[in-house]
């Protein structure tokens, strides 16, 4: 992900990684030695896991990614490389003889997740390997725009690394207990509901999860140490709290548990990496909470591409927009590459030919954008008794298409104040035009855009519609 002047964002993960292995398999039969069924082993996927799966998805989204870690010279260790090789992550994993590489492996059956089981090293690091731990974070994290630390009680980040760590500008924790992370000053932590009720030492379990963090706010923030708390509560999505600010909510679509695998590093890989780029922290909470929402819709330990994100961000927002937030939505689409294709018309009475054409008009590009003129330049354009439909009609009815990705009003008799705004790669019309009749294209080429006018159809146009409606007995 590039920042708002195109900088890709420098991130450095330090924590305890894993390897996540899924076996899949079909059971037919119960052993002879128990009633348990026998499975047959058909398919086994690997999958970077823990500090490792949340670089995968700061990779993913676009972050140029420093991973610092601890694994053993064991085969784990090698598959574990291998796959985070595969999804572009440079790891930078320093190899402790002896210690075993985590390992959590989960049993599939005929679809179903029938058992797990892990293989962990409880055993404190050695002094040397802390030593050179230290090293390579004092090289790489004062440097990085953002450093994500995911501490799940592995060995990596003991105090002297929680020290290392303090004070950076720009620090987002993801702890099992965030309560010793204090006094390194994050910015921000991530813990759930049940690692809340641990650092607030009370018995909770209330029924109203929601009442319960509201409630206790202040105190969080407090026992915490950073400058914002994210507490997640699954399938009821998360509260974002600050100092001086009612907790602002984010909403989950439920999944069921078995797909939750990795949601959480998925949600602090987007939360983290939307604040390294400016964001503010409702928009960082939305943007974790939109690509979670992604991969708990996938199986096995997946991770969200920054395309799914801002298609899921699309989706949460709606696709209706302001010119100002489009123009800032459209600036994140640039930065993965992808190519905006601009249109606009009355679309009073959307008909075959309007469909056609924004179906030939999206295939042309990544992101299609229409812009609908306003009822008075509906009025201007085509006179009294137009528009029939009023613009938030036509603009809901356009949003409701498959092909359109935002919709957005304009009320001048030409685009050009919209198309200086957006600057998109290409702009189309549908109708009988030449591109020479557009008033607009001389624009749109001088920012290096290019103009094309899509097919016609005969007989397909909104006044001649209209005109066949109005000329029906009234009582037909």
């Known amino acids: 992900m590039g920042t708002s002047d195109g900088k890709v964002i420098d991130a450095v993960v330090v924590g305890d990684v894993m390897l996540d292995s899924w076996l899949h398999g079909s059971a037919k039969r119960l052993a002879q030695e128990a009633p348990v069924p026998v499975m047959s082993l058909e398919a086994t996927e690997n999958a970077p896991g823990g500090a490792a799966n949340t670089a995968a998805n700061l990779v993913a989204l676009g972050a140029r990614v420093r991973l610092i870690g601890v694994a053993g010279d064991d085969e784990p260790g090698g598959e574990l490389r291998q796959a985070l090789s595969l999804l572009g992550v440079e790891p930078d994993l320093l190899t402790v003889p002896g210690r075993r590489t985590s390992h959590k492996r989960r049993l599939v059956t005929d679809g179903q997740l029938t058992a797990r089981f892990d293989d962990e090293d409880p055993d404190p690091l050695p002094e040397t390997a802390e030593r050179e731990l230290l090293r390579r974070i004092e090289a790489a994290a004062p440097a990085a725009d953002v450093v994500v630390a995911c501490d799940y009680a592995g060995g990596v980040c003991t105090p002297s690394v929680r020290a290392a760590l303090a004070g950076l500008p720009l620090l987002v924790v993801d702890a099992h207990a965030v309560a010793p992370w204090r006094e390194s000053r994050p910015t921000a932590v991530l813990p759930n509901y049940a690692e809340v009720v641990r650092l607030l030492a009370e018995e909770g379990g209330e029924l109203d999860r929601l009442a319960y963090l509201v409630a206790r706010s202040d105190r969080v923030l407090e026992l915490t140490g950073a400058d914002m708390v994210v507490t997640t509560l699954d399938g009821e999505g998360t509260l974002l709290h600050r100092p001086g600010l009612p907790p602002y909510r984010t909403y989950a679509r439920p999944a069921p548990q078995h797909m939750a695998t990795g949601a959480g590093d998925t949600y602090t890989a987007a939360f983290a990496l939307w604040l390294a780029d400016g964001a503010a922290p409702e928009e960082a909470a939305e943007a974790g909470q939109a690509a979670a929402g992604v991969v708990v819709r996938r ?75 306003s009822d008075a330049g509906v009025a201007r354009l085509k006179g009294p008794g137009r528009p029939v439909n009023p613009c938030e009609d036509r603009m809901s009815v356009l949003a409701a298409l498959n092909d359109v990705d935002y919709v957005v009003e304009f009320d001048e008799d030409t685009p050009e104040r919209l198309l200086r705004m957006i600057r998109p790669e290409l702009y189309v019309k549908g109708g009988d035009y030449t591109p020479e009749m557009l008033p607009e294209a001389p624009l749109v080429r001088a920012m290096g855009g290019e103009v094309r006018v899509l097919d016609y159809l005969p007989d397909r146009s909104t006044t001649a519609i209209i005109g066949r409606m109005r000329s029906l007995p009234e009582n037909a």
Do not use: I, S
């Not at 395309?307 to 600036?331: I, W």
């Not at 992808?338 to 249109?343: G, Q, S």
């Open 299 to 373: 199986p096995g330990t997946a991770v969200c591409t920054r395309h799914d994100l801002l298609r899921a961000l699309r989706r949460r927002e709606g696709a209706v927009q302001t010119p100002e937030r489009l123009a800032q939505l459209l600036d994140e689409h640039r930065r993965g590459g992808e190519r905006v294709v601009f249109t606009n018309g009355c679309f009073d009475v959307l008909h075959r030919g309007h469909v056609t054409y924004l179906e030939q008009a999206a295939r042309l590009g990544d992101v299609l954008v229409v812009a609908v003129n």
